[in-house]
């Protein structure tokens, strides 16, 4: 991504929410992304939101030219129901020890868990590890400009292809993350958040609102993305600072109260996510094989434990080893 007021490298990222879809599970849109007879147009949004964005995007390293495809790749895994000020340390640490995808490919998958630290949900840290070597062995360890080879590549769904493809190249995708879903829902459908779950009628609007110019289409997908983060939030938006204040159907119409299915909140302490966390930790912190005993010493409660280390396993972050052993994957 570049300076956050020059295109085309520009990504922006919540400050206190996600900025993608969990794991790219999010199915690809329909093949068409023209606006079609009826669907809304968004020439009335493009010029202050954008205009908005050149004056108040935030600076982040992801967003400077030197950052390039690869770091744009990085960020977008590591902001994925992550906030910014917890990736922000990780994310230069990352780039300072594997600038280019051949570096972190280089090293054993346990490496790329090490590193993730603490920012939750580790297994986007293998996923981005097996990217990182699918790049170096297909694309000679460059990250590839077309959408289609983007989303071959393993870890990589619709969202992160087209964010790839929209922030470091500049090209025109609909991307699609919980800001700018909230920022279209109450400007354009006149409600106060998306459903729960991505939908097809929500991609179609995306593409409906889609600049037809690409260059303005990535700065589109940049503004309307940091317009959610900053100010158009899940919670206390600020409306004064809105540039799209007076167009937003819902708070002409009075800012009516969500009243869909509850909201999915989410909860960490006593969770298996908590235990989790505090087995990769003994294992992130040790530079060799770690007794059942000490992972023992983590939980007070054994089958909720063993259960944990059986997920860490099955999911590829633990490799367990002979004589009740366990260690980050080497491959």
Request: charged share 20%; proline share 10%; aromatic share 6%.
């Amino acid at each position: 991504m570049t300076a956050p007021t020059k295109p085309p490298h520009s990504s922006p990222a919540d400050a206190d929410a996600v900025s993608g879809p969990l794991l790219d599970e999010q199915p690809p849109p329909a093949t068409t992304d023209r606006p079609l007879a009826g669907q809304p147009s968004g020439t009335h949004l493009h010029s202050p939101v954008i205009d908005w964005f050149d004056d108040h995007a935030r600076d982040l390293p992801w967003r400077r030219p030197e950052a390039g495809a690869w770091g744009v790749m990085v960020s977008e895994f590591m902001l994925q129901q992550t906030p910014v000020n917890r990736v922000l340390p990780v994310y230069e640490q990352w780039l300072a020890r594997w600038p280019r995808p051949a570096d972190l490919a280089a090293e054993a998958p346990g490496e790329a868990v090490r590193a993730w630290g603490r920012l939750g949900y580790p297994r986007r840290a293998l996923r981005l590890h097996g990217a990182a070597v699918a790049i170096t062995e297909r694309h000679g360890g460059d990250v590839p400009s077309d959408h289609g080879q983007l989303l071959a590549l393993p870890g990589i769904g619709e969202y992160t292809a087209a964010a790839v493809a929209s922030f470091a190249y500049g090209q025109r995708h609909a991307v699609l993350d919980t800001n700018v879903r909230r920022v279209f829902a109450r400007a354009v459908t006149g409600v106060q958040y998306p459903p729960n779950a991505t939908t097809a009628a929500e991609r179609k609007l995306a593409r409906a609102l889609l600049p037809e110019d690409e260059r303005t289409a990535a700065r589109w997908a940049a503004a309307s993305m940091e317009l959610g983060a900053l100010v158009c939030t899940a919670k206390n938006e600020t409306c004064h600072h809105c540039p799209i204040a007076a167009q937003c159907a819902w708070r002409l119409a009075g800012k009516p109260e969500h009243d869909g299915p509850p909201r999915r909140g989410q909860t960490y302490a006593g969770t298996d996510r908590q235990v989790r966390g505090k087995l990769l930790a003994v294992l992130r912190d040790a530079h060799a094989p770690v007794p059942q005993v000490a992972l023992d010493r983590v939980w007070h409660e054994p089958v909720q434990r063993a259960r944990a280390l059986d997920g860490l396993v099955a999911d590829g972050l633990v490799e367990p080893l002979p004589g009740g052993l366990y260690r980050l994957p080497l491959t």
